[in-house]
């Protein structure tokens, strides 16, 4: 076994220990729960959960598909600045954007009470409209901050894509959807496959937008058992019974995929986007324009108007600065903890193909499908057993007593970050390197180049976009991390989500607006830092 | 194995920023209960003993945690913000007794443990909102079932621990029956899906989706003072508050409190804070800043919450409500009640 096998070994245990840790809890038992579970709330909570998530799926895939393709293959009045504004809604939480619109959509929220004004009708009692919170409201507004997982790894195959095949559908009689459908589509799938199971991950984990919706999901289901009863094993045997299925489903996809290859090689001649007039650009347009102002500019408004009136009735709390360091600091490091180790094990995966490395780049992902609290809670007893060892180890050399140093220091928080948004990484890149033929990399042996050498000056540049899309999420992710934080941060240590939460515990959502509001902003400054993804030189057509 | 490279210059750096507490004169907290709830009065505490107070606000996982970082654990002193997360930290084993005049004087016999494990140090009840020109003087909670209130019922969810302490509670006065056929009830006449907080429920008596709900008392105080702000001063201008109370009983009653951990570091410091929270002063604190009810009966209530009429506490026992906890829940989920 040389150094990529144990290389990937060590990444995938690291994601694995939490797991066994949890299974570990779940052999406890947990007497007459399933009997419970299957009587009064499996048939609701995976009927909700099939529902939700069939729904947010085609939601993200349409957007997602749609708005990549336009903005990589089309030109129309506002391309530019669509590319990197349809990533805005990445940065805002599910739990922010449901909060928003419940108060934007609320009977005597501004909507509502314009809408009153208009039809002069005086009471909201004489006009009840539909609530969002409900099972559709919660599929919309999920849909609507979750497409970027699809719209950016999607773009990234576009735009690293060739002209050639599609060049050629045209040039055999296809019109633009039919090329796009036969050619583009089948290229792009492993990037619309990972970029929606990461959708799906991120909505069926999510609690906030849950919560405040009244949707219940069977992750709901595993925090009742586990809080509400104190059942910590149930919980654990819920949510491994959910990450098995979230496999099998995993392990389909790629099967039906396997038979297929996507390789594109020799001399690339980059997509030559059509000029888009008239309807069809007007079309584009609004298609690219409705995801951002409702996924963005609505909620993101609002909490300016909100932050704007908390300071002015309560000031600035000065614990912000030093919060949003917090964030911006440990979402960074665990933003490269996160790259370095992706990249490490899909290039073990791609240079030294085996089941080993297949099966390790596979157990990698594995942290993304289990519900950020559950996850934490797996860590916990890791990162316990690593801190006592560390500290009789400490006691033993130098005599020294340091406590409990990574769960006191902060390190716990970049190993879960690292652990939970691993599959974001991979995935990502995998997605990227995918489209790259393997004679390039036969190529780059053959002309001397070590395993290393070949990923360095291969690899890596060719899926440079896709690794930075990859990034970009998994920073942004970490910034908006609330279970995982609140669980294993060091004493007097706060980041903004977890103020953030901590305003919501107390009801003063208002005051949470100033944090919700650096969060997002946090989150859009790495969006513009995307230059190299959207500045690819094109030629003039 | 580079990683655990990283993590350990990861840890160097971060433990820069954090704080490491090592002296003595230091304590450490662990609570459920947002500090900034609670800041006042830890500043306070640390002014006239000298005791600096570090702290983690944890949501779930508290007791988990505490257990986990077993004896190399830093916490001193454990908060909640109910009585059923209270009791559970003392099943673990993960409290110690502490006997304390100061203490059993201060707190009524009924709002603390009797070997010492864990005090009650505020009380909340669990009122009826009810739209402030409804013909409506008393209410029973067993009314909340009543078919007249058929799709005029708000509140959060039946699995929130406030409302899991009243389930609790119904079954102790009338058993696990009658308290699955009330839950049905309750359930049949919600105007909206059960969830949100305790404050959606005065918004939504203001935007007529409901006419009544049941929420916390010191909600009340917070809207009515205009502590959270203008817009939830004029929600709570929509409602009218009604102490309900049990057929055969008071009303509910739930309470946040605190216990030392087992393997307290400073032990001395955290028994010096559980007094001081008992005292005169920060008793009067926690009825004026939070609108609670205090343990000890002579701090008085805000005049806010005085409004409200005089309080007949349920006599039911905390702990029976502790252990009525998992059947609750079970039931909240039997009638699919947040469905």
Partial sequence: ?541 | MHASKLAILVGTLAGAGAVMPVAAQELNLYTTREPGLIQPLLDSFTASSGVKVNTIFLKEGLAERVQQEGTASLADVLMTVDIGNLVDLTDRGLTQPVESAVLSEAIPANLRDEAGNWFALSQRARVLYAEKDLDLSEFHYEDLADPAWKGKVCIRSGQHPYNVALTAAYIVHHGEDAARTWLTGVKDNLARKAGGGDRDVARDIMGGICDIGIANSYYVGLMRSGAGGPEQEEWAKAIKVILPTFEDGGTQVNVSGAAVAKNAPNREQAVQLLEYLVSDAAQKEYAEANFEYPVRASAGVDPIIAELGTLSTDEVNLTEIARQRKAASELAEEVGFDN
């Fill in chain 1, 1 to 541: 076994m040389g150094r990529w096998e144990l290389a990937a070994l060590a990444i995938a245990g690291l994601v694995l220990l939490p797991v066994v840790s949890l299974a570990l809890v779940a052999a406890q038992g947990s007497e007459g729960l399933w009997g419970h579970l299957a009587r009064n709330v499996l048939p609701v909570a995976v009927r909700d959960t099939a529902i939700l998530l069939t729904g947010v799926g085609l939601m993200v895939a349409a957007i997602g598909v749609t708005t990549a393709w336009l903005v990589s293959a089309c030109d129309f009045p506002g391309r530019r600045i669509f590319e990197w504004a349809l990533l805005l809604p990445l940065a805002v939480p599910t739990y922010i954007i449901a909060y928003a619109y419940l108060d934007l959509l609320h009977p005597i929220g501004p909507v509502q009470t314009t809408l009153r004004a208009w039809l002069g009708i005086a009471s909201p009692r004489d006009l009840r409209l539909p609530d969002i919170r409900s099972m559709g409201g919660c599929i919309l507004l999920l849909g609507l901050v979750l497409y970027p997982y699809v719209y950016l790894p999607v773009r990234a195959v576009f735009l690293m894509q060739s002209g050639d095949p599609l060049a050629a559908a045209r040039t055999l009689g296809r019109g633009p959807l039919a090329s796009f459908v036969a050619v583009a589509l089948p290229l792009a799938r492993p990037a619309i496959a990972a970029g929606t199971a990461l959708a799906l991950m991120e909505a069926m984990n999510d609690i906030g937008a849950a919560e405040f919706l009244g949707v219940r999901t069977l992750t709901v289901s595993v925090y009742t058992t586990w809080i509400s009863r104190s059942d910590l094993p149930g919980a654990a045997q819920i949510a491994l019974a959910m990450l098995a299925v979230v496999v099998a489903l995993v392990a389909v996809e790629r099967t039906a995929r396997r038979r297929q290859r996507f390789a594109v090689g020799g001399r690339r001649h980059p997509l030559v986007p059509v000029r888009l007039r008239g309807w069809a650009a007007a079309g584009a347009v609004a298609a690219c324009s409705v995801p951002v102002a409702l996924g963005f500019l609505a909620p993101a408004s609002y909490l300016v108007y909100e932050a704007a009136e908390r300071i002015r009735f309560a000031g600035v709390s000065p614990r912000l600065i030093g919060e949003a360091i917090n964030t911006a600091l440990f979402a960074g490091m665990a933003t490269l903890v996160v790259v370095v180790l992706a990249v490490a094990v899909t290039g073990a995966a791609r240079l030294r193909p085996s089941r080993l490395t297949a099966s390790a780049s596979r157990v990698a992902s594995l942290g993304y499908a289990i519900p950020g609290t559950v996850l934490a809670i797996g860590i916990l007893p890791v990162v316990t057993l690593a801190d006592r060892q560390i500290a009789a180890a400490a006691q033993t050399f130098f005599g020294a007593s340091v406590g409990l140093l990574m769960l006191g220091s902060g390190a716990a928080l970049v190993y879960a970050y690292a652990a939970r948004f691993l599959a974001i990484g991979t995935g990502g890149i995998e997605a990227g390197l995918a489209p790259v033929s393997p004679s390039l990399d036969h190529a780059a042996r053959t002309l001397g180049r070590s395993e290393a050498g070949t990923l360095r000056d291969v690899h890596l540049p060719i899926t440079r976009p896709a690794i930075t899309a990859a990034g970009l999420i998994v920073f942004i992710d970490c910034a908006k991390e609330l279970p995982a934080t609140l669980l294993l941060r060091p004493l007097n240590f706060e980041t903004l989500a977890t103020h953030l939460y901590g305003e919501a515990a107390r009801g003063t959502y208002e005051d949470a607006a100033i944090a919700a509001l650096i969060i997002v902003a946090i989150g859009i400054l790495p969006v513009t830092l995307l230059a190299p993804l959207r500045g690819r030189k094109r030629p003039s057509g």
